[in-house]
């Protein structure tokens, strides 16, 4: 296994932070609007909510994963190898 530099920790702990939590928390907000639209039929509302609630899980752990990562360590779910300078 490749060594891990602290550089490639922290880019990878921003982009979890900037953009894959930005883009699930988008996603929530997507969902929660058509959950909420009278408009739409109550399974359609009913699958947007329930994909809501994953994408604000997701975006829960892009920002664990930021966490863990900035304070030196390798979440249990990512690849180290993906983290090879």
């Known amino acids: ?3 891990i530099t602290r ?3 922290l ?4 982009y979890f932070e900037r953009s894959a939590a930005v883009r699930s928390d988008t996603a929530a907000e997507d969902g929660e609007r058509v959950a909420a639209d009278p408009t739409r039929s109550s399974h359609t ?3 947007a909510a329930r994909a809501a609630q994953f994408a604000r899980g ?5 920002r664990s994963m930021a966490r863990e990562l900035r304070a030196g360590e390798i979440p249990d779910s990512l690849d180290p190898s993906a983290l090879a300078p």
């Open 1 to 3: 296994m490749p060594d």
């Open 7 to 9: 550089a490639a920790m």
């Open 11 to 14: 880019r990878e702990a921003d």
């Open 45 to 47: 509302r009913a699958c």
């Open 58 to 62: 997701r975006a829960a752990e892009y």
